[in-house]
């Protein structure tokens, strides 16, 4: 019996990488792209620590947000279907219904990077050059208005943009971390 199941879980194995030989999920043993590999094992931490060099303002965002993210997210950040809003609920946190957003939710410009910069676009993570993330970054935050649409996002500008939420969660007690806006009065 035990045979007949090992036969089987190999079978199926088998079958499963053979249905699609050009998908990345089945390169077990294949080089990555240079993009891949700059992504890869590489983490955005919040004073700024991982990002890569690029630079990106929301003007130009909005281009990249349209064509990549608007499908899924709504033409101004306000979510379709399941894919979650991005803009808005400021001051809804404390509401019997809080909306998550980057603008309500999210302590850290730089989460939200790394975020764009692994997970999106969702059909094809990971696919956006430095410059459009830190363009399309910039474009939700000022969706947000945390920043203006002609302010520049960069590996310097990016970990000093002050987030609405920042000191809505328990301080990291990391050396990285910056200190909260508490602790700085």
Same mark, same amino acid.
């Given at each position: 019996?035990?045979?007949?199941?090992?036969?089987?879980?190999?079978?199926?194995?088998?079958?499963?990488?053979?249905?699609?030989?050009?998908?990345?999920?089945?390169?077990?043993?294949?080089?990555?792209?240079?993009?891949?590999?700059? !992504?890869?094992?590489?983490?955005?931490?919040?004073?700024?620590?991982?990002?890569?060099?690029?630079?990106?303002?929301? @003007?130009?965002?909005?281009?990249?947000?349209?064509? @990549?993210?608007?499908?899924?997210?709504?033409?101004?950040?306000?979510?379709?279907?399941?894919?979650?809003?991005?803009?808005?609920?400021?001051?809804?946190?404390?509401?019997? @219904?809080?909306? +998550?957003?980057?603008?309500?939710?999210?302590? +850290?410009?730089?989460?939200?990077?790394?975020?764009?910069?692994?997970?999106?676009?969702?059909?094809?993570?990971?696919? +956006?050059?430095?410059?459009?993330?830190?363009?399309?970054?910039?474009?939700? +935050?000022?969706?947000?208005?945390?920043? !203006?649409?002609?302010?520049?996002?960069?590996?310097?500008?990016?970990?000093?943009?002050?987030?609405?939420?920042?000191?809505?969660?328990?301080?990291?007690?990391?050396?990285?971390?910056?200190? !909260?806006? @508490?602790?700085?009065?």
């Amino acid at each position: 019996m035990r045979r007949h199941l090992m036969l089987l879980a190999l079978a199926c194995f088998s079958f499963d990488t053979a249905a699609d030989p050009g998908s990345r999920a089945n390169a077990i043993g294949q080089p990555i792209s240079e993009r891949e590999a700059a !992504s890869t094992g590489t983490s955005v931490l919040p004073s700024g620590v991982g990002l890569p060099e690029g630079r990106g303002r929301a @003007k130009e965002g909005a281009v990249i947000y349209q064509s @990549k993210c608007a499908a899924c997210h709504g033409d101004n950040g306000e979510g379709r279907g399941d894919f979650p809003a991005l803009a808005g609920g400021q001051g809804s946190l404390g509401s019997d @219904k809080p909306v +998550l957003t980057v603008g309500s939710y999210w302590p +850290l410009a730089t989460s939200v990077f790394d975020y764009i910069w692994r997970a999106m676009p969702y059909q094809e993570a990971g696919g +956006l050059t430095p410059d459009e993330v830190y363009a399309v970054t910039a474009w939700v +935050l000022s969706a947000n208005d945390i920043i !203006s649409e002609v302010e520049w996002m960069d590996r310097v500008s990016l970990p000093q943009v002050h987030m609405p939420n920042r000191d809505g969660f328990i301080p990291d007690p990391r050396p990285d971390t910056p200190p !909260s806006r @508490k602790a700085e009065q």
